[in-house]
């Protein structure tokens, strides 16, 4: 039975803890990659080393205790699915991302998505469907 046990414990010291990223981290994760990024050559791509420097700010600065491979998910995280749907810190993510295979043509600012205007009077209301009649 000491054999199972240990054999446990094994695997779920090798997993990592989940982290729960607050915005003004999340933010914060982003604008370093920017500020990173601006110092680099064209061209440049992200790697593990670049983000084992993040997670050591982001371990300093919010006492976080991230690892390198939680930065790491989080950066694909946002650069995978900043293009999605309206998003919060737009604005950093289509900078850090912009000329990227993710371009962004598909995000709208969260702060002016709701101002798009289609040039009609009507109520929107009137152009849905009443599919009841539908038999």
Known sequence: MAK???????FASSRERSVNWHEDRSKY?????????KKQHAGF??????????????????AMGVTVDQV?????????NWNAKPTKF?????ELFIGSNAD???ALDQNTCM??????????SRELFDLNTYT
């Open 115 to 124: 101002d798009v205007v289609d040039g009609s009077d009507s109520d929107d």
């Open 104 to 106: 962004g043509s598909l």
């Open 90 to 94: 737009f604005n950093e993510m289509r």
């Open 29 to 37: 994760m982003l604008e370093w990659c920017m500020e990173y990024l």
């Open 72 to 80: 790491d998910r989080h950066y694909r995280y946002h650069r995978e």
């Open 45 to 62: 791509k992200f790697k593990k080393t670049h983000l084992m420097l993040c997670a050591n700010d982001l371990n300093k600065k919010f």
């Open 4 to 10: 199972g046990k240990a054999k446990a414990d094994a």
